[in-house]
């Protein structure tokens, strides 16, 4: 099955499923889904379709998806607040048969809400490529009451954490701690890294690196000690960070860091881009950060760095593209929010 008739699938189980819940009465409204994303109503409408998919859900998916807000797993613990790269937050997946194809137009309604229109195809392509498409390996929870001022919903998979939390997680961008990742072409991808969706993040970084001079470059690259890609936690502001200081930049450079943080955030609805600069300003903004490039596993060793971190008192974007892009995310206005990997 070719990527661009999975896309035509797709669109025809948009457009079959919002017919249904109009032709049944259903309490489904499938809203178009460039509005979804539109700054002054898509910071709430993806919320409202979490009450809504909450309403329709049966005592037996209640039990198996929904939990209390501070619900503790015996073996992974906090599970509202976890991330990894792949995993299962729920045994049923999306597309299991287990939701009804209104419940599924629901869900792919919040799905999409949460991030920008023009990036829905690059994600559903990262799907594909990595799990045979939407819903195959994605699995959903809903955490306390929706509708209530505490509630998220918690969407994971193959290399995918995202979250719909309405603010109600105080302190945090995402609603919590967040994964994306890419094989784009293969599990060891080559130096360009062919058709992954997020490579665009990694040129932008190298740019930055390669509009250093000579001594910020040396500060800039840690030729050992490249850190796990899932240690995020933050080191608060008396943190050891690695890498060059922000405030080390020139005026021109620190400009072109506004831009690397720009792509990284480009994906995302405006609600959470917002929620990322304002966490960050209160932590000291970019000035409080350090950038990091790592010599250690640069794929066909040409000096375009695969592993970066940009990393504050309470902000961490750790970029790992060797074999293939990993990228784990934790951001919060407080160093004190604990994260659960």
């Given at each position: 099955m070719r990527f661009e008739d999975f896309e035509i699938g797709r669109r025809k189980f948009l457009e079959v499923?919002?017919?249904?819940?109009?032709?049944?009465?259903a309490a489904v409204c499938v809203p178009p889904l460039h509005a979804l994303a539109q700054p002054s109503v898509g910071a709430t409408r993806p919320e409202s379709m979490?009450?809504?998919?909450?309403?329709?859900?049966?005592?037996?998916?209640?039990?198996?998806?929904?939990?209390?807000?501070d619900f503790q797993?015996?073996?992974?613990?906090?599970?509202?607040?976890?991330?990894?790269?792949?995993?299962?937050?729920?045994?049923?997946?999306?597309?299991?048969?287990?939701y009804t194809q209104?419940?599924?137009?629901?869900?792919?309604?919040?799905?999409?809400?949460?991030?920008?229109?023009?990036?829905?195809?690059?994600?559903?392509?990262?799907?594909?490529d990595d799990s045979g498409g939407y819903g195959e390996?994605?699995?959903?929870?809903?955490?306390?009451?929706?509708?209530s001022?505490?509630?998220?919903?918690v969407m994971t998979g193959r290399h995918m954490t995202i979250r719909c939390d309405g603010n109600s997680a105080e302190h945090v961008a995402f609603g919590g701690p967040i994964f994306y990742g890419h094989a784009g072409e293969g599990f060891d991808e080559e130096p360009d890294h062919p058709g992954?969706?997020?490579?665009?993040?990694?040129?932008?970084?190298?740019?930055?690196?390669?509009?250093?001079?000579?001594?910020?470059?040396?500060?800039?690259?840690?030729?050992?000690?490249?850190?796990?890609?899932?240690?995020?936690?933050?080191?608060?502001?008396?943190?050891?960070f690695q890498g060059i200081p922000i405030t080390e930049l020139s005026a021109d450079q620190r400009a072109r860091v506004q831009e690397v943080l720009g792509k990284l955030v480009e994906p995302y609805r405006q609600n959470d881009r917002d929620e990322v600069i304002s966490?960050?300003?209160?932590?000291?903004?970019?000035?409080?950060?350090?950038?990091?490039?790592?010599?250690?596993?640069?794929?066909?060793?040409?000096?375009?760095?695969?592993?970066?971190?940009?990393?504050?008192?309470?902000?961490?974007?750790?970029?790992?593209?060797?074999?293939?892009?990993?990228?784990?995310?934790?951001?919060a206005s407080d160093a004190s929010v604990k994260l659960n990997t």
């Open positions: 499923a919002g017919k249904s819940a109009l032709a049944t009465g979490v009450k809504q998919l909450f309403e329709t859900l049966s005592p037996k998916q209640r039990e198996t998806i929904c939990f209390s807000w797993d015996a073996e992974r613990g906090l599970l509202r607040t976890r991330v990894s790269n792949n995993w299962d937050i729920t045994e049923k997946t999306i597309n299991s048969g287990f209104d419940q599924q137009a629901m869900i792919r309604a919040i799905f999409e809400g949460l991030f920008q229109p023009e990036w829905h195809e690059k994600i559903d392509k990262q799907l594909f390996s994605n699995s959903i929870a809903i955490f306390g009451e929706p509708g001022d505490q509630f998220e919903l992954n969706v997020f490579w665009g993040q990694g040129l932008e970084a190298n740019k930055l690196y390669q509009a250093l001079d000579g001594k910020q470059q040396k500060l800039a690259l840690v030729k050992q000690g490249l850190p796990h890609e899932s240690h995020v936690a933050f080191q608060g502001a008396e943190g050891s966490c960050l300003q209160a932590q000291g903004g970019l000035d409080a950060c350090h950038l990091a490039f790592y010599q250690e596993d640069d794929l066909g060793e040409d000096g375009v760095w695969d592993n970066w971190r940009l990393e504050g008192p309470s902000f961490v974007w750790h970029y790992r593209g060797a074999p293939h892009v990993h990228v784990w995310v934790n951001v």
